[in-house]
């Protein structure tokens, strides 16, 4: 389960645990060593960007065939992470590309260098398109 496990290991080493209730999908964080869980609204916008990101992850492996994984779709999800959890966030994704077609679109300078440094990722530029151009041919 790479929503738990992410969160756990990876990008969120603080947190041991992800909640969610089943009565209103209210999702809840659990800090390492701690009982109670807290409210997904406490909690600052890169950590929950990078746990929504985690449980997109999760939710596309539950909805997959083993045959023929579904592909992903990613419109800057860590625009909003540190630096720092999103390198490590990247390395996910990264992994999860191994086994499916993932697409990341971005504007983010940080995303592209490091795209750019790892072989396994092919970098696409759309620079000089601007809006409402068309090709004509």
Known sequence: DIGVTGVQTCALPIYEDVGIDPGNLEIKLK???QVDYIPFSRVSSGTRDAVALLLRTSIVDLLSNAN???PIFLDDPLV?????RAVVLLEVLSGLAEQRQLFYFTQ???VIAWAKENPACRVHSLEGITAGSTRSG
């Open 68 to 70: 023929e994984p579904v």
């Open 31 to 33: 800090l390492a060593g």
């Open 80 to 84: 909003h992470v540190d630096h720092q």
């Open 108 to 110: 983010d300078d940080r």
